[in-house]
């Protein structure tokens, strides 16, 4: 009963949200003025070809971030040749609706291709000719979109859960010496961009200290950086919301903003390996338990969840910089696929019809109500 009450009336706000579109604030309307609201975008997207999308994106962000095409794969796939024009049209969507547009990333052992660590016979390349790729890439890039992109994720990823560094070809060809030098070639190529250190599971205590240690290190060194990415991606059990808040007043203190840059809740069981699999339909049926919809008990469990941060992020919005969502709608996100593939999952603000959720109506309207 208390779930199709709750169904109704969110129902009823969806309806009126839609009938009366002038009387409804955008998220970016709404808390615009808090943190920049933004979205990563995917080509169909900024291109154009995804038109609802794109009015979505428009429509309710102040802000957007490539989702793949300036990783060093789409954007540098081989040492002599740059594809551009995926990124153009990207940063082109950004400035024709005046938002604040986010490059990510310049370095990250993902998505990077192999050229990268080797020469003509296959060998690993040395320090020295590292950095002359790294310094080439990063220079190239950055320049193209210089006074454009407001503000780059530097390096991506760097340091594992226990907080040491990740075996990445960049470190261990260069050590962590890496690091520094991806931000001085940024900082080199446009001065008045904003620097940025990205990472996912920010909230565990070792991370966080080695995330610290390495804004620390950057400013001794007197090297240019404005803040520090959370990624945020989340499970319905995952992170604790005390210990995420910890990590956000720990990278504060260390002097720089904070940035929820890539978040989405997955609302889809955290995937275990003792599970049963000599019944494979079984099996497929509780890793993907929701595909032609999310059950009303599920769907309020995450609407709270996610409010829940939301007003996190809003009672610290003095240190909070940005608020980025990774992906437009349900039908977007990379969840589907990861860490299972073609799985149903329900992650982000919109819907599969691009129709907002239950706590996103809720937050404008108790926002428009507040006006
Ligand atoms: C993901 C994209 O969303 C997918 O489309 C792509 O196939 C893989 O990468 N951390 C990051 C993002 O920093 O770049 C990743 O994006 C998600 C995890």
């Known amino acids: 009963m208390k779930t199709l009450i709750i169904s109704l009336l969110s129902l009823i706000s969806f309806a009126s949200c839609h009938s009366e579109p002038s009387d409804t604030l955008s998220l970016k309307e709404a808390y615009g003025d808090k943190f920049l609201i933004g979205v990563a975008m995917n080509q169909r997207q900024s291109s154009g070809l995804d038109r609802v999308g794109a009015e979505t994106v428009s429509r309710n962000f102040n802000s957007i971030v490539a989702e793949n095409c300036m990783k060093s794969e789409k954007i540098h796939p081989m040492e002599n040749l740059y594809h551009f024009e995926p990124a153009d049209s990207f940063v082109a969507f950004g400035e024709a609706n005046g938002m604040a547009v986010i490059g990510h990333c310049l370095i990250w052992h993902s998505q990077c291709p192999k050229w990268f660590f080797v020469d003509s016979e296959g060998k690993r390349v040395s320090a020295d000719e590292l950095k002359r790729r790294m310094r080439d890439h990063i ?63 920010m909230h565990l205590p070792a991370k966080r200290e080695a995330v610290v240690r390495l804004v620390n290190s950057l400013k001794e060194r007197g090297l240019r950086i404005d803040a520090v990415g959370m990624q945020g991606h989340m499970g319905m059990d995952y992170p604790s919301m005390d210990a995420f808040e910890r990590s956000m007043l ?64 809003l009672r610290h919005s003095d240190i909070v910089s940005r608020v980025t ?47």
């Open 139 to 201: 220079t190239t890039v950055v320049s193209r979109y210089k006074g454009r992109v407001h503000g780059w994720d530097v390096v991506n990823e760097a340091i594992l859960e226990d907080g040491t560094y990740r075996r990445s070809p960049f470190y261990e060809i260069l050590g962590e010496e890496f690091i520094p030098l991806a931000f001085q070639y940024a900082h080199e190529a446009d001065p008045d961009a904003e620097l940025y250190y990205n990472d996912y599971n």
């Open 250 to 313: 720990a990278f504060a203190s260390a002097g720089v903003k904070v940035m929820i840059t890539e978040w989405d809740m997955s609302a889809l069981p955290t995937v275990s390996r003792s599970a049963n699999i000599s019944d494979i339909q079984g099996y497929k049926r509780a890793l993907d338990p929701y595909p032609d919809g999310l059950p009303d008990s599920v769907s309020d469990v995450w609407n709270q969840r996610m409010k829940a941060f939301f007003e996190l992020f």
């Open 325 to 371: 969502v990774w992906g437009v709608s349900d039908g977007d996100s990379w969840k589907n696929d990861f860490p299972i593939h073609g799985r149903t999952d329900y992650p982000l603000l919109f819907d599969r019809h691009h129709e907002p959720k239950p706590f996103v109506i809720d937050l404008c309207d108790h926002k428009r109500d507040d006006k």
